[in-house]
């Protein structure tokens, strides 16, 4: 499993061995970095940054730090170590070998999971191509440029499984990657989330806590897939993702931590007041939070999906670490509460487990969400701050989903379309708070220097100070 670090395209799957694989990769190899050229982030390109680049699979020591300029950046195509002997953990196939290639009567589904998956990567890259211009510090700088990198060699493990693994439309599916964009209104990405803009470091931290964090749970429930390929990709991806979620879960923390720290240098509790000191009040906290939860829980898909069911069935895609769930692992015959919208009241209604696995995976997800959000609490608590976010009810802001049919508001009260017009600005960001957060917005980028609004990290990366030069400007 040792990584041909001196190939044209690094990997650990023996590239070299399949000549034909080889040269496909290398000839959609130029399409990719003229694509980072245009729509990666904007005017980086003779950017040294100090970036870890995977060496390894192993657990420890996989990643080496060093200053790379970002078109050099070492893209390839990495997998987990094959388990010996592993079986299909879920699902009718459930106990027999896993498949090491793509099964003829799956072949479609696969490709979908494979291609809506591939599709949010480099959306998020696309999303947030101008926030180098306003980085609130070098060192967060330095990791917009990191996850920026990672997310294109996510695209990179998607596109590997689609040429070696579907032929020619696979190949014509990878062109495709590069051909829709995010927002565009002709070819726009696939997931609603990855059309919305990140036009700002708020939202950009929100995006890696929430968003993100969808990327754990679909990551983790491909990782136990019975097409072998696709989860040992998706294992090696969560060794990467982890980062891209600490940058949210500590990024709104040291947000929030500066709005404290300037409600006690003010003696208060002023929204005004605060956003005058150049801090961001906790209640326009609140609206992005709700913003970006509530457009990342419609990334679970439908509450009842029989697109799920089958492709827990086929043994495709499984729940959240389904091998530490004590059930029969085949459903058929198990039932979930699901919380639904129906005749205009929100309801408890039974269905066939099979039928709800999308909710399940949203489900937890949501207790995790939580954890984040209890954290920040503790920060405010710490501050003696008497205020807590929270997460909005899970039918808020919907447009997936039988919620998408209500207006629910953040209590989980169905309420007319008209009271949510009215009340609409008090829950979700409004353009005044967009233009007031923007405002904050300019790059500070000197070594040690910090915006505003937001807290210095705790530490640094790779061992080294907060104040390190981790980006220098070619
Ligand atoms: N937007 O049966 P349903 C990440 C469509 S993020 C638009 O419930 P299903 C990352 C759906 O396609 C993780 N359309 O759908 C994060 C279906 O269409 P058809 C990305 C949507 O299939 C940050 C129809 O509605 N990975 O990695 O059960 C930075 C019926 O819905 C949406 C994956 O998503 C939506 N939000 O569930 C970088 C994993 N939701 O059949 C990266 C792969 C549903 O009517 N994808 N629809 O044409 C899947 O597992 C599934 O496609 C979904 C949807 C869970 C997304």
Redesign the pocket.
Known sequence: MSIDLNARIPNNVDLAEDRRLQRALESWQPSFINWWKELGPEGTLNYDVYLRTAVSVEAQGWAHFGYVKMPDYRWGIFVAPPVEGRTIPFGEHKGQPVWDEVPGEYRSSLRR?IV??GD??PA?VEQQRLLGLTAPSLYDLRNLFQVNCE?GRHLWAMVYLLHAYFGRDGREEAEMMLERHSGDVDKPR????FNEETPDWLSYFMFTFF??R??KY??SS?AESGFDPLARTCQFMLTEEAHHMFIGTTGIMRVVTRTCEVMAELKTDDPEKVRAAGAIDLQTLQKYLNFHYSVSL?????EV????ANYYTAGL?GRFEESKIEDDHVLKDDVAHLTMFEDGAIKEIEYNALLAV?ERLRDDYVTDCQLGVSRWNKVMRRHKVDFELKLPHRGFHRS?GTFSEGNITPEGEVISKEEWKKNEDKWLPSQADREFVISLQSACIEPGKIASWVAPPSRGIDGHPFDYEYVRFG
Not at 190 to 193: K, Q, T
Not at 298 to 302: E, K, M, R, T, V
Not at 305 to 308: E, F, I, P, R, Y
């Open positions: 999971l809506t998956q949010t990567e998020s997310e696939i997931l609603g989330a968003t993100d969808d990327g679909q990551l491909l419609d990334l679970f898909g439908q999906s029989t697109n799920a895609k999308n997936i």
